[in-house]
């Protein structure tokens, strides 16, 4: 039986805590009930109508047994895994291992007992380089990871990783290969098929910034020592709250409805993820994808023309409170704060007892960081509160696969309950795709030469506009 617990704590969205003019009302959470409903019945029957398919991951058995029997086999034979991917084929990845192994760059030292993970996410030269200087190609395993099979990034970076193997191990390459991606789509998948690459597959109804417990994130976790059947189990068990029709029990359709009557009816279109825990790092960045990508839509599922979207901003507790807190307590009003907390941190850090005659030292002594981390939080949230400032907080019991499995899980409920809630499509990313096309077209991709065109009339535009 899975013992995981994610709390909910909402009390600093409400008008008694913060005014009307900033924070909910019971009477505008009661009118809600009725649209809170369909959004869960309208997303329930999409998923069960198979059009969405990130609800059914935690029952891959298949999947898990595949993934488990590759790790396994080369276990012991490398000491980095090197992704390949981008946007949700890598940070989904990070998040795991951020949160589970430890916060990047300060995890321990790396062996074949004990890989690390390397992640190229960008196609910046230096990165690419200084993650070549150092790897051992012989003690090195690649996952190309990209749904499309097609991303240019990924590709790109592909290559480099694939003529650096091949360098060095000749026909050998192909064993330090695997390669996650649509199955028999796409010209990754043709080229994993004729060298001989290991595939592991995307569902087609599964978006890449949904697919963390796919695949996507499930393999590299399982190489780097993740016990991925407790990360899924955790998930299965949130989806049991997830699917309740009960909205006081159902904390991701619940933390929807509250984030909607705040962005939309208190005029908050920027909200803040705020961790206080630098394993949830690598989450805040992963959600800040999710929640971009899902709701930033031009038009409703009716093609109202309505350009909505809430900003996500990611802050890290306590290192932000000295970067942004002074504009957030006291520039424009127009935030929603989350804080992030875990209740059992995986180390207290504790200072030590001796007394050194100050009174700025003393005070510390014998506590421990995450007593202070704690209580900066708390001291955070008051703060925001007096100056009437919306906020909320999501308390993890504790950091392990469970939680964070049932916690990623609840914000892509969340994110779907809210497309529901906005009646757009949060599952689509056309205003991704331009940009993708004009990328192709001036790279010289067979076949959009007309995306060239239009990008050198934009240049000429640009030509007249500057004379």
């Known amino acids: 039986m899975v013992v995981m617990r994610i709390q909910f704590d909402e009390t600093n969205l409400r008008a008694a805590m913060v005014g009307v003019a900033h924070g909910v009302t019971e009477k505008e959470i009661g009118k809600m009930a009725p649209r809170a409903a369909d959004a869960l019945a309208g997303f329930r029957r999409a998923s069960e109508e198979g059009r969405y398919g990130f609800a059914h991951m935690p029952y891959r058995p298949a999947l898990v047994k595949a993934i488990l029997g590759y790790a396994a086999s080369v276990r012991?034979?490398?000491?980095?895994?090197?992704?390949?991917?981008?946007?949700?084929?890598?940070?989904?990845?990070?998040?795991?291992?951020?949160?589970?192994?430890?916060?990047?760059?300060?995890?321990?030292?790396?062996?074949?007992?004990?890989?690390?993970?390397?992640?190229?996410?960008?196609?910046?030269?230096?990165?690419?380089?200084?993650?070549?200087?150092?790897?051992?190609?012989?003690?090195t395993l690649v996952l190309a990871i990209a749904k499309s099979g097609a991303t240019a990034e990924t590709v790109a970076g592909?290559?480099?990783?694939?003529?650096?193997?091949?360098?060095?191990?000749?026909?050998?390459?192909?064993?330090?290969?695997?390669?996650?991606?649509?199955?028999?789509?796409?010209?990754?998948?043709?080229?994993?098929?004729?060298?001989g690459y290991r595939t592991f597959p995307v569902p087609e109804n599964v978006g890449g910034r949904f697919s963390v417990l796919s695949a996507v994130g499930l393999l590299p976790a399982a190489l780097t020592g993740v016990n991925i059947r407790k990360l899924l189990r955790g998930a299965a068990a949130m989806n049991r709250l997830c699917w309740s029709r009960d909205l006081a029990a159902n904390p991701a359709l619940r933390s929807a409805v509250m984030h909607y009557l705040v962005w939309r009816h208190k005029n908050k279109p920027i909200q803040v993820a705020f961790p206080y825990s630098n394993r949830l790092?690598?989450?805040?960045?992963?959600?800040?994808?999710?929640?971009?990508?899902?709701?930033?839509?031009?038009?409703?599922?009716?093609?109202?023309?309505?350009?909505?979207?809430q900003t996500p901003v990611a802050a890290l507790g306590t290192t932000d409170q000295h970067s942004q807190v002074q504009l957030y307590m006291e520039g424009p009003n127009d935030k929603v704060f989350t804080f992030w907390a875990v209740r059992k941190p995986p180390a207290i850090g504790r200072i030590p007892k001796q007394r050194v005659g100050l009174e700025a030292f003393d005070y510390l002594a014998g506590r421990s960081l995450a007593e202070l981390l704690?209580?900066?939080?708390?001291?955070?949230?008051?703060?925001?509160?007096?100056?009437?400032?919306?906020?909320?907080?999501?308390?993890?019991?504790?950091i392990d696969e469970e939680h964070l499995g049932a916690f990623l899980q609840m914000l892509m409920f969340q994110t779907a309950f809210m497309g529901e809630l906005l009646d757009i499509n949060a599952f689509d990313q056309e205003g991704v795709e331009l940009g993708k096309r004009f990328t192709f077209g001036l790279m010289g991709r067979p076949g959009y030469e007309t995306y060239r065109q239009r990008f050198q009339s934009y240049e000429e535009k640009r030509a007249a506009a500057g004379r």
Request: net charge positive.
């Open 374 to 398: 704690d209580a900066e939080r708390a001291a955070t949230a008051a703060a925001l509160t007096s100056n009437g400032r919306p906020n909320c907080t999501f308390t993890l019991d504790r």
């Open 158 to 195: 592909f290559l480099i990783l694939r003529d650096w193997l091949t360098k060095k191990l000749g026909a050998r390459a192909a064993s330090r290969i695997a390669v996650v991606t649509s199955h028999g789509r796409g010209e990754l998948s043709v080229l994993a098929e004729r060298e």
């Open 76 to 139: 012991g034979s490398y000491e980095t895994v090197c992704v390949a991917g981008i946007g949700g084929s890598a940070l989904g990845a990070w998040a795991l291992d951020c949160g589970l192994r430890g916060p990047h760059p300060v995890q321990g030292s790396f062996s074949a007992a004990n890989p690390r993970l390397v992640i190229l996410d960008n196609v910046d030269p230096t990165l690419v380089q200084a993650a070549l200087d150092s790897m051992n190609p012989r003690k």
């Open 281 to 309: 790092w690598g989450a805040a960045f992963w959600f800040r994808q999710l929640w971009a990508e899902s709701l930033g839509k031009a038009r409703t599922r009716r093609e109202e023309k309505v350009n909505i979207g």
